[in-house]
C-alpha cells in the first residue's frame, strides 16, 4: 500500500468512529403540518400578487392626477405698471352745524 491509500483509510476510519446510531435515523418530520404551509404559501402568493398589482398600477394613477388643473385657482400675479395707481376718492365732510340738527323755520 502507498502511503496515500494509509491515509485515506485512516481518515475514513476516524469519521466512521464518529457516527453514532443516532446520525443513521430517519429525520423527523417538519413540525408544521401540512395545512400550515400550504395556508402561509398561500398568503405569501396572495401578498406577492397584490404587491405586483399595485406596482403595474400605481404609475398610472399617479400620471392621472398630475392632468387634473389645480383645485384653487392661481391668483394673477401683479404686473408692474407704468402709471401710478388711481388716488382715493374724497371722503365727504359733514357741515359744520349743532349738535341737535338744523333749526326748523318758523
Not at 63 to 89: E, V
Amino acid at each position: 500500500m502507498t502511503g496515500t491509500e494509509e491515509r485515506l483509510r485512516a481518515a475514513l476510519a476516524a469519521k466512521a468512529a464518529t457516527v453514532t446510531r443516532a446520525d443513521l435515523r430517519h429525520p423527523l418530520p417538519p413540525s408544521a403540518g401540512r395545512v400550515t404551509h400550504r395556508l402561509r404559501t398561500a398568503s405569501l402568493l396572495a401578498l406577492a400578487a397584490a404587491l405586483i398589482g399595485a406596482a403595474l398600477l400605481l404609475p398610472g394613477a399617479l400620471r392621472h392626477q398630475a392632468d387634473q388643473p389645480p383645485a384653487i385657482r392661481p391668483q394673477p400675479t401683479a404686473s408692474p405698471s407704468s402709471s401710478p395707481p388711481p388716488a382715493p376718492a374724497p371722503v365727504p365732510v359733514p357741515a359744520r352745524g349743532s349738535a341737535r340738527g338744523p333749526v326748523p323755520a318758523g
